[in-house]
């Protein structure tokens, strides 16, 4: 394996292939003299390197695109103006090009290669080559993705092909129908991605993640944009969907349980399944005290992103200044208590509980809700959460947002696909659903992690279906009274106002939002007879 052939890519004059570095070699490539800019790698009292990424420390959805052909032209969800979402088409021209302009940058340099799985389950999994010039990205893939064995990567056959190019730029971009000089294009027929002008890791984890929502919805398999874990006896798990920043890696991250992964997952007639081989968790305002699986996984092999650090390489987790969004990726092995442990893979039984995590900025959702079938597929579609600052260029505080199934801006197919996905496999299992708001309330603060973690030991141990209950206005949501853990004066948000009637303005202006957004689904017979499960006035 030590002559890589890059030549079929067009990739020519390689000074050096390095292939899947161990962790050692990664931090003598990260760290050596001589780097420059954003390719230098620094090494923090934690063992763990730092790194910065550029301009980019968020993903980029406006400049995301994929190739309009004649296989993806009927399949994939594109934007409309009448309904936006980050599928925005391009040429195949355009794609030609800016393969090129990747090829070229990639051509006669030092290269890391790094083959590895999308994919816990050997039947559907991805294997995925990346090729890419700097050391920490080489880094960050061999973190995030499931690393193959000496025998597997001896056989290693790509299905998918990610050409990183993040020092090029597209100058023409106007010309072929691109929104800057970053790109990130994919092509579902060749089954490769370019990625240009940006350096920020989420656009290759996230951009596999969006491939796997193309190919598997496709042969049944339900793939979603949630965390994942069971219990000590690797039974009992429990999904957790949400937008970025409402606390899928937070709270999944859980003592008491094993961690299946932290983002992205499949549910087969087996059971839920990781795509990933690691965690990238968020690292603003890090405590240890309130999150010390997170915190004691950031050690030697951990790479820390847009942290800031002095020259004696302390770390100031509190510090915004480069951005919200700074980010550790570690591999799963560095939480202590994981599924493989059990279960041999990173995946476990059957969803028993699906939860969907609200980061509500209006201060209008209760901590929890008991969901309805009927319910499940309206709140899944409706995806209703805020935008946190940081992880989307351009969000700089919370906004809120409908993102469809939690994840708008990695589905590839139209929600209402993985809506069908979803709830025949929670059928099949009898899960039940619920809605749990992370973030504010009357108090003009965010809900307590404390509190959070609470309500959800209530769910997975049933406490929650044996507490008194009562019904909220307006979403006809069904709402425990008190719960083991879980400050009462909080589980009804009307009692975290000065006055109800405040609570009351802001729900009915939340209610008719969430009635506008689902207008979209109305356009044929079930999507009508959902509208009965949503908000009315
Ligand atoms: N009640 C809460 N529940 C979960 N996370 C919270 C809560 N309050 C504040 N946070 C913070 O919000 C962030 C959640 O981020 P994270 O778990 O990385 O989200 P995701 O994985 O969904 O992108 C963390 O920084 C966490 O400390
Ligand atoms: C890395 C990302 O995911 P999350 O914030 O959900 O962890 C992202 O959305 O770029
Ligand atoms: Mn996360």
């Known amino acids: ?97 800016v393969k090129k302009i990747a090829v070229e940058e990639l051509c006669n340099k030092k290269l890391f290669v790094v083959d590895a799985f999308c994919g816990a389950n050997k039947d559907t999994r991805m294997a995925v080559r990346f090729i890419v010039e700097v050391a920490w990205q080489a880094h960050f893939i061999e973190n995030m993705f499931i690393k193959p064995t000496a025998e597997e990567l001896e056989n290693f056959e790509p299905d998918f092909v990610v050409y990183n190019a993040s020092k090029a730029k597209v100058e023409n971009y106007k010309e072929l129908g691109l929104n800057s000089e970053t790109a990130v294009v994919f092509n579902i027929t060749s089954r490769e991605q370019v990625i240009i002008n940006t350096w920020y890791g989420g656009e290759m984890k996230k951009g596999m993640f969006s491939m796997m929502n193309y190919y598997l919805p496709l042969k049944g398999i339900a793939s979603m944009h949630c965390s994942a874990n069971c219990d000590m006896d690797g039974k009992h798990t429990a999904i ?22 932290d983002d992205e997952h499949g549910w087969d007639d087996n059971g839920v399944f990781n795509f990933e081989g690691g965690c990238y968790a968020k690292v603003i305002g890090l405590d240890k005290e309130s999150e010390p699986d997170i915190y004691n996984a950031i050690k030697r092999d951990a790479l820390l992103e847009n942290v800031t650090v002095d020259a004696n390489g302390k770390i100031d987790f509190d510090d915004k200044s480069v951005t919200e969004n700074t980010r550790v990726s570690y591999p799963i092995d560095h939480i202590n208590n994981i599924a493989s442990e059990v279960n041999g893979v990173s995946a476990g039984p059957a969803a028993e509980n699906v939860i969907f995590l609200s980061a509500d900025a209006f201060g209008v959702l209760p901590p929890v809700s008991i969901l309805t079938a009927e319910q499940t597929k309206y709140y899944f579609l409706s995806g209703f959460t805020a935008k946190l600052a940081g992880t989307e260029r351009g969000i700089t505080e919370p906004t809120p947002t409908f993102s469809a199934c939690f994840g708008q801006a990695f589905l590839e197919l139209h929600p209402t696909k993985y809506a069908e996905e979803l709830v025949k496999k929670m059928e099949k299992s009898g899960a039940k659903a619920y809605l749990v708001n992370t973030g504010w309330n009357g108090t003009g603060k965010r ?91």
């Open 1 to 97: 394996m030590a002559n890589l052939d890059l030549t079929k890519y067009g990739i020519t004059g390689s000074v050096e292939i390095i292939r899947n570095p161990s962790y050692e070699e990664l931090f003598k490539e990260e760290t050596k003299a001589g780097l420059e800019g954003f390719e230098v790698g620094q090494e923090t009292e934690l063992g763990a390197v730092n790194v910065m990424t550029g301009i980019y420390t968020g993903r980029s959805p406006k400049d995301k695109f994929i190739v309009m052909d004649e296989n993806s032209k009927d399949t994939v969800w594109w934007t409309t103006d009448e309904y936006k979402n980050d599928n925005h088409a391009a040429s195949k021209e355009t794609w030609d090009a």
């Open 447 to 537: 809900i307590s992690i404390k509190d959070t973690r609470g309500i959800i030991d209530a769910i997975l141990n049933g406490d929650v279906l044996k507490a008194p209950t009562k019904k909220i206005p307006f979403f006809d949501f069904e709402v425990p009274t008190e719960l083991p853990g879980v400050d009462s004066g909080i589980l009804d948000p009307r009692d975290t106002y000065a006055n109800a009637s405040e609570w009351e303005e802001k729900a009915k202006d939340l209610a008719n939002r969430f009635i506008k957004n689902f207008s979209k689904y109305e356009g044929n017979e079930a999507g009508k007879a959902l509208v009965a499960a949503g908000p009315k006035l």
């Open 240 to 261: 957790f969907f949400g937008l970025s920043g409402t606390g899928k890696t937070t709270l999944s991250t859980d003592p008491k349980r094993r961690l299946i992964g």
